[in-house]
């Protein structure tokens, strides 16, 4: 189990975060507030999502851009 531990860990430490994934059973406990987060999906879909290559710029947002006074 890494649940309790994890939780536990946030607790003791003031600057620690609990990110928690799971997508069947991702709650957070009430305490932990916004240092906590849950994801509810897989991990490797997450991090599928995490390391996708960021989509191309559109071409008509390139030909918005102000031009430099130089």
Aim: proline share 17%; net charge positive.
């Amino acid at each position: 189990m890494i649940r309790w531990p994890g939780e536990h860990l946030v607790r003791r430490l003031p600057g620690a975060r609990l990110v928690r994934v799971n997508p069947t059973h991702p709650e957070t406990p009430a305490d932990l507030g916004d240092r906590a987060l849950p994801v509810p999906v897989d991990a490797e879909h997450l991090l599928d999502a995490l390391t996708a290559a960021p989509p191309a710029p559109e071409p008509a947002a390139a030909s918005r851009r102000p031009r430099s006074s130089l």
